[in-house]
């Protein structure tokens, strides 16, 4: 039995043990008070996720996420509320409210830093997002260190973070893109329609990159071991990329599917972001039926977070399987 004069000495000395901390929280709070608010003092760096695929370095960044309401005026627009709402909540999701993330991606191949898409950029700060140039950084990566910027289609959440302070945020860098997803937004035609917008956005921030940027179509090569394959409806030219290196693959879907639930589970339900509703859900079951078959690991831009898994096809669709350690053995 620890007798009272013990107990009083060890209390004494587990006060004195924690003052140092108390003392270390109370001047780290007066420094963030006097030299930038608390919220922005112990803001986080964001989320990244490194692992390889064979020989190739592969780090995603979450750009950003953002909640959003009502579902169904944005996935299963030809459906009920209803019915999408009891879909998410046969997932153990909430049926009124969605999140949406954005996932860059990063491939080192030894010979070449390439990224694949920039994420919300600048126009996203102010709502937390556009975080990507911070996440390399986490990472270890400088934005001079990209060698190659490959855009899968041309939607703002994918080319915001093309400029910095109205210059290339990846000084070094090339550009990759598909040929019909180009040549659609820049088309004079866009003007006074539903995409004049968004033909807005292209001009500022991917024309300019035009005598840098390499073209390409289905089967085209960024470089050794990554070849872009045609999956339209999204957006006119959407393209995805497959990876391969020492016999290991991943396949970049980027917006194939944008709801590892309601795209995957209900590949023919209509997406409101889908410019093709019909071609983008004939895409859906064209590459993820291959992806299932074939048991490949893809890299969705709006997946969860890291944002990698595989599909296995069930009932109407594709159940999604987050990654685990299989690029790690």
């Known amino acids: 039995m620890i007798s009272m004069k013990r107990?009083?000495?060890?209390?004494s000395a587990g006060v004195a043990l924690a003052a140092p901390m108390i003392m270390t929280r109370a001047a780290f709070a007066q420094q963030a008070t006097a030299e930038t608010p608390m919220s922005a003092a112990t803001?986080?760096?964001?989320?990244?996720?490194?692992?390889?695929?064979?020989?190739?370095?592969?780090?995603?960044?979450k750009d950003g996420?953002?909640?959003?309401?009502?579902?169904?005026?944005?996935?299963?627009?030809?459906?009920?509320?209803?019915?999408?709402?009891?879909?998410?909540?046969?997932?153990?999701?909430?049926?009124?409210?969605?999140?949406?993330?954005?996932?860059?991606?990063?491939?080192?191949?030894?010979?070449?830093?390439?990224?694949?898409?920039?994420g919300l950029g600048e126009g996203g700060r102010q709502n937390g997002l556009g975080r990507l140039v911070?996440?390399?950084?986490?990472?270890?990566?400088?934005r001079e260190d990209v060698t190659t910027v490959v855009i899968t289609h041309m939607h703002g959440d994918h080319i915001g973070g093309l400029m910095e302070g109205g210059q290339p945020a990846f000084p070094?860098?090339?550009?990759?893109?598909?040929?019909?997803?180009?040549d659609f937004w820049v088309d004079p035609a866009r003007v006074g329609t539903p995409a004049e917008n968004g033909q807005k956005g292209v001009l500022a921030n991917v024309k300019p990159m035009a005598e840098k940027m390499t073209f390409i179509g289905d089967g085209g090569e960024v470089v050794s071991g990554i070849t872009?394959?045609?999956?339209?409806?999204?957006?006119?030219?959407?393209?995805?990329?497959?990876?391969?290196?020492?016999?290991?693959?991943?396949?970049?879907?980027?917006?194939?599917?944008?709801?590892?639930?309601?795209?995957?589970?209900?590949?023919?339900?209509?997406?409101r972001f889908d410019m093709d509703k019909a071609a983008a859900a004939a895409t859906r079951t064209?590459?993820?039926?291959?992806?299932?078959?074939?048991?490949?690991?893809?890299?969705?831009?709006?997946?969860?977070?890291?944002?990698?898994?595989?599909?296995?096809?069930?009932?109407?669709?594709?159940r999604f399987v987050p990654k685990a350690y299989q690029f790690d053995i």
């Open 286 to 318: 064209r590459v993820f039926d291959m992806l299932a078959t074939d048991k490949l690991a893809f890299l969705g831009y709006h997946m969860p977070f890291p944002a990698v898994g595989f599909v296995e096809k069930v009932d109407q669709g594709y």
């Open 7 to 11: 107990r009083m000495l060890l209390g």
């Open 65 to 118: 996420s953002r909640t959003s309401e009502k579902p169904q005026e944005t996935f299963g627009t030809n459906q009920s509320p209803e019915t999408v709402g009891a879909l998410l909540e046969a997932n153990f999701l909430p049926a009124d409210k969605f999140v949406n993330s954005f996932a860059p991606v990063l491939v080192n191949t030894g010979s070449n830093v390439i990224l694949f898409d920039t």
């Open 134 to 142: 911070e996440g390399l950084t986490a990472a270890g990566y400088k």
């Open 172 to 182: 070094n860098a090339r550009y990759v893109t598909g040929q019909a997803e180009y």
């Open 228 to 271: 872009g394959m045609a999956a339209f409806g999204h957006s006119p030219g959407h393209m995805i990329y497959r990876l391969e290196s020492e016999g290991r693959q991943l396949v970049l879907t980027a917006d194939t599917a944008n709801h590892f639930v309601l795209s995957l589970q209900r590949p023919d339900w209509e997406v």
């Open 43 to 61: 803001t986080m760096p964001p989320d990244t996720h490194r692992f390889n695929v064979g020989k190739f370095e592969v780090v995603v960044v």
